[in-house]
């Protein structure tokens, strides 16, 4: 599947296999300002992104933990936050856009 995570001057697509989280296909194709410090593990909120408006019904709404690390996330958090750790690759999702946060 493809995903484009969108900067302030520009933009990186790249093409994820199933199965592999948006933290570490970002951490993979050196997308900055997505560290992952925690290794997925849910426990950091280092890999926290805003999903595009058309995509929030597709990659669904945080759950109840996830939730609580989101209100420790260094940027702004929106309706739209999510930790990027917690939406695995699929076939639903190909094409799949999340903005990056800046600090």
Excluded at 48 to 61: F, N, P, R, S
Excluded at 75 to 86: F, G, I, P
Aim: proline share 4%.
């Amino acid at each position: 599947m493809k995903v484009t995570w969108k900067l302030p001057d520009g933009e990186i697509t790249a093409d994820v296999a199933n199965g592999v989280n948006m933290m570490e296909a970002a951490v993979a194709n050196n997308v900055p300002n997505v560290i992952g410090e925690c290794g997925g593990c849910l426990s950091c909120a280092t890999c926290h992104v805003y999903v595009a408006d058309d995509w929030v019904e597709k990659t669904g709404i945080a759950d109840d933990f996830e939730d609580a690390m989101l209100d420790v996330a260094e940027a702004e958090r929106r309706e739209t936050s999510r930790l990027s750790c917690q939406i695995a690759a699929s076939d639903d999702l190909d094409g799949l856009v999340l903005i990056v946060p800046q600090p």
